[in-house]
């Protein structure tokens, strides 16, 4: 059974930086695309960062453009959302998501591809 953990989130003042990680393991994680979800109270989970698995495609979100980077490390079966410049408005329950089949584009990643998902760390960012 294909396991998500990831970790990373926190608290911090608006302009700061975090980064999340997501480990995945008992898959072939070179195959894998992934993924970066999040859901803020009261509103619907929207997709923030994706990537295909031979990392030619990539999607962010227009919000996050120039502020977030994904990226992933096949040695480790790990990926990871750099962020940066967070924003009060960035605050949100972020999951990681996995698939061996997923559509990516620059403007598109859809969440019914990711069959996978990890439980989820929460970011706050204050102002």
């Known amino acids: 059974q294909v396991q998500v953990v990831e970790s990373g989130g926190g608290d911090i003042q608006a302009g700061g930086s975090l980064r999340l990680s997501c480990t995945v393991s008992?898959?072939?994680?070179?195959?894998?695309?992934v993924a970066w979800f999040r859901q803020a109270p009261g509103k619907e989970r929207e997709a923030v960062s994706c990537?295909?698995?031979?990392?030619?495609?990539?999607y962010y979100r227009d919000s996050v453009k120039g502020r977030f980077t994904i990226s992933r490390d096949n040695t480790k079966s790990t990926f990871y959302l750099q962020m940066n410049t967070l924003q009060p408005e960035d605050t949100a329950m972020y999951y990681c998501?996995?698939?061996?089949?997923?559509?990516?584009?620059?403007?598109?990643?859809?969440?019914?591809?990711?069959?996978?998902w990890g439980q989820g760390t929460q970011v706050t960012v204050s102002s």
């Open positions: 008992d898959m072939t994680f070179n195959l894998a695309n």
């Open positions: 990537m295909s698995r031979n990392v030619g495609y990539t």
């Open positions: 998501a996995t698939s061996y089949g997923a559509t990516i584009s620059s403007t598109n990643c859809y969440q019914s591809d990711f069959r996978w």
